[in-house]
Every structure is written in structure tokens, then in C-alpha cells.
């Protein structure tokens, strides 16, 4: 079952194609394909395509094609007008603007929870179990502002935040983009453990890095000049991309190999 299903997606501004029929499909979670990455060079078109999924296509650009969730057409729906069966849940490469800066993780995480229904308490005690998931356990974690934790940080409170929103995709566009590289194996993990198995979100995750999708995403999208290149698995585009784009991106990851952590380019997802 396919919990994104995109057809024939286009997006222009000022008479500029950005995307032009773009295809592609997350499957639900449990089977091969829930965790699919986009993959491509900047202005590929990556983030716009993930900005279509949303419902949050920037002003002055014009999509058309099909965009559904869970069986729902949602193009060009923004997301406060979606139901909640509808609505990925997503996190972003900034997490400085996506938290409150003046308002405790801790509530931040708590919000979504509240909006379900859950009493304070309740609301309270799971976000304490949310973070101390994605690595930060503790009161006095929940109780600290964003700016007194540090970017590696602020991006796991994003991540708890989006669990917190129960749907059955996530939408990770570029997370690992800002961060070292021990702070992102540790949020690549901490996808790989909480998306893509039976009761958890489906993965829809967007990167320019093709190591870090390989260790994460069993399927691999990639785009170049707003057009899907190639779809195939994550080991046989490593093993064999059939297109140039493909090709290209395997090339330069082999020439940044030794700066990447050294399981990321054999081991592939798990």
C-alpha cells in the first residue's frame, strides 16, 4: 500500500519550469520502500517537491499533477485544511527556526500531544518520553530553551516534536544538513530505529548526500533538473546507476568517501 503517491508533478514560476512530471512512491510502513530518499544536486528540485507534499509550496509558484496521502489528493491543499490522516508530519535542515526560541523543548514537544487531547500530565510525561528517545532524557532537558542547547540537539527536539504528531509519514527535508558528522550519524539512527517498521511513520527523506541516503532508504529517487532520473534501490544504484545523474552522484561519493563515516557507502540500510 502506498502511503505517498505523486504523478505528474509540475511546478513553474515566472514562466520557469522547476519541476516537470515528477513521479514517486512511499510505501507504507513494514515493507521495502517505506524509507525513500530524494537524491539530487542543488536545484534539482528536491525541496520543492517536498514542499508540495506539505502544502507548503512558496508563493508565486504554480503546481499541478497529483500529490496523495494515504489515498487523499492534497496538492496544493495547505496543511491546516488537511485531516490528520493526510497531514506528514516533517522535519526540517533549520531547527533554530522551527522551535519556539522563548518556550521550553520540553512544552514544544508537549504541544502536538495536547492538540490530540491528552491531559497535562499526560501531555507532559509523554514528551519526557519522546525525548529521552531521541536522546535527551531528563527534566532539566525539558525544561531548557532552544538557544541553551546546542544544533545537534535543537534537531532531535524537531524530531521528537514531529513523533509527537502521529501520521504515517515524516517528511525529513535535508535534517542532516547543518550538522557534524557524529551528530548526524546519531539523527540518521535515530530515523533509521523510530520510521519504516510496522506501527512507526513511512520515510519520505530529502538530502543532496548519497551516503547518507544509502545507510538510511532502501529506495532512492533522483532528481535532476526537476525530473525524476532514476528510481531504484539504494544498493543497486550504488552498484550500478542507470542514469548520468545517478552515475554523477555515486561518483562524487566515492570521492568523498574517507570523510564519511566508513559504513555508509558497503553497508547500505538496515
Known amino acids: 500500500m502506498e502511503v505517498l503517491r505523486v504523478r505528474g508533478l509540475t511546478a513553474s514560476s515566472d514562466g520557469r519550469a522547476l519541476l516537470r512530471g515528477v513521479d514517486l512512491d512511499v510505501l507504507a510502513a513494514g515493507s521495502p520502500g517505506a524509507r525513500t530518499a530524494v537524491v539530487g544536486a542543488s536545484g534539482s528540485g528536491k525541496s520543492l517537491t517536498a514542499s508540495a507534499v506539505l502544502g507548503r509550496v512558496p508563493r508565486g509558484v504554480r503546481v499541478r499533477g497529483s500529490v496523495r496521502v494515504c489515498g487523499q489528493e492534497v496538492l496544493a491543499v495547505p496543511p491546516q485544511r488537511r485531516d490528520g490522516g493526510s497531514r506528514p508530519s516533517s522535519v526540517g535542515q533549520d531547527p533554530s527556526r522551527a522551535l519556539h526560541p522563548l518556550v521550553a523543548v520540553g512544552a514544544q514537544v508537549a504541544a502536538p500531544l495536547r492538540a490530540l487531547g491528552r491531559g497535562r500530565r499526560a501531555a507532559h510525561r509523554e514528551a519526557l518520553e519522546l525525548l529521552a528517545a531521541v536522546g535527551l532524557p531528563g527534566a532539566r532537558t525539558a525544561a531548557a530553551r532552544p538557544a541553551e542547547l546546542s544544533g545537534g540537539q535543537r534537531q532531535r527536539v524537531c524530531l521528537a516534536v514531529a513523533l509527537a504528531r502521529p501520521g504515517p509519514l515524516l517528511v525529513a527535508d535535508e535534517p542532516t ?3 557534524d558528522v557524529v551528530t548526524q550519524t546519531g539523527v540518521v539512527e535515530l530515523l533509521r530505529e523510530r520510521t519504516g517498521g510496522p506501527g512507526q511513520p513511512a520515510l519520505l527523506f530529502i538530502t543532496h548526500d548519497l ?40 561518483a562524487a561519493a566515492r570521492r568523498a568517501e574517507r570523510a564519511l563515516p566508513p559504513l555508509a557507502l558497503a553497508g547500505g540500510s538496515r
Do not use: P
Open 177 to 179: 544538513t547543518a550538522l
Open 211 to 250: 551516503a547518507v541516503a544509502a545507510a538510511l532508504c532502501d529506495r532512492v529517487v533522483v532528481l535532476q533538473d526537476g525530473r525524476a532520473a532514476e528510481t531504484t534501490g539504494a544498493a543497486q544504484l550504488l552498484s550500478g546507476a542507470s542514469s548520468a545523474a545517478g552515475r554523477g552522484l555515486v
